[in-house]
């Protein structure tokens, strides 16, 4: 069975990369059409653009990461394959035209700019059920737990719903394929966090201060605050589609506040990097 790594660009994945040679190492690039978002190097856009086989402006993420995969790379002495799908400018449009941003009860965002890219390269290259790593760490069981749950469930390999063709009166055909089997070598290996931080002190590859979409809703408002100090055109971008996506769909607030109201939010003290860790993240589901 061939084996895959599916990459994040966070340290985690990127040890299990380190750590356990794959047939495929996978990363798929989430971006953004806003040229305020602009990645700043030319002659690397342009070096993305040869990767993924299609338009490079920015990145909702930090543009570390770019850095991050390139470095990887280089320090893996394998090939890593980029995938990308829509923009999210693209996937935020909805078929009846209005705009709607992820939230808690419709996180699409995952699957359309994260799974199906890397299940379209799977079907287009592979075609046979891979082994594929995850990143949970040792004090991550339970997830792994509720995966594997789902994954029996499945008949054994996870399955991602796709177009197969059309039915005679032109509605789409969908169909549910398998197509891979989770596996988790740090949990088996008992490493946690620690572990993964020493062995990327001293290694010549650079890591943003936080991965997944600098507007994720997941993350707290106080680090999304956070976020509009470091990242504040990338956060204008999220701001400006919430408040097309209000107006889409009646004022409906879909999180519990707002990226504008964020933005103006007068902090009582001064937070520092420090005073953020993985649980005010969230995790894209990856």
């Known amino acids: 069975m061939k084996t895959v790594n599916s990459l994040s660009g966070g340290k985690t994945s990127s040890y299990i990369a380190a750590n356990y040679p794959a047939d495929y190492d996978i990363f798929s690039l989430v971006r953004i059409e806003d040229k305020n978002c602009l990645f700043p190097d030319a002659k690397i856009r342009k070096e993305v653009e040869d990767r993924i086989q299609a338009p490079f402006i920015g990145t909702a993420e930090d543009d570390m990461i770019i850095y991050t995969m390139l470095d990887?790379?280089?320090?893996?002495?394998?090939p890593i394959t980029w995938v990308t799908g829509k923009t999210f400018d693209q996937v935020v449009a909805r078929k009846d035209g209005r705009v709607q941003l992820p939230n808690a009860m419709?996180?699409?965002?995952?699957?359309?700019?994260k799974i199906q890219p890397m299940f379209e390269f799977?079907?287009?290259?592979?075609?046979?059920?891979?082994?594929?790593?995850?990143g949970f760490r040792a004090n991550e069981t339970r997830r792994a737990a509720s995966m594997m749950e789902r994954t029996a469930a499945d008949g054994g390999?996870?399955?991602?719903?796709t177009i197969v063709g059309k039915h005679e009166n032109g509605n789409n055909k969908w169909k549910s394929i398998p197509y891979q089997i989770p596996r988790f070598p740090l949990i088996e290996a008992n490493i946690y966090r620690d572990?993964?931080?020493v062995y990327w002190s001293d290694k010549p590859v650079r890591f943003a201060w936080m991965n997944n979409c600098v507007g994720c809703f997941h993350k707290t408002p106080a680090l999304i605050k956070k976020m509009w100090d470091?990242?504040?055109?990338?956060l204008e971008w999220f701001n400006d589609t919430e408040k097309i996506a209000m107006k889409s769909y009646k004022n409906n607030q879909w999180n519990d506040v707002t990226y504008e109201q964020i933005k103006n939010w007068k902090s009582q003290y001064e937070l520092f990097d420090t005073d953020f860790n993985e649980c005010d993240t969230g995790y894209c589901g990856l």
């Open 72 to 78: 990887l790379e280089q320090y893996i002495g394998r």
């Open 106 to 113: 419709r996180r699409f965002c995952t699957v359309e700019m």
């Open 122 to 134: 799977w079907r287009d290259n592979i075609g046979e059920i891979v082994e594929t790593r995850i």
């Open 157 to 161: 390999a996870m399955k991602f719903k």
């Open 195 to 197: 572990k993964i931080e």
């Open 230 to 234: 470091k990242h504040p055109n990338k």
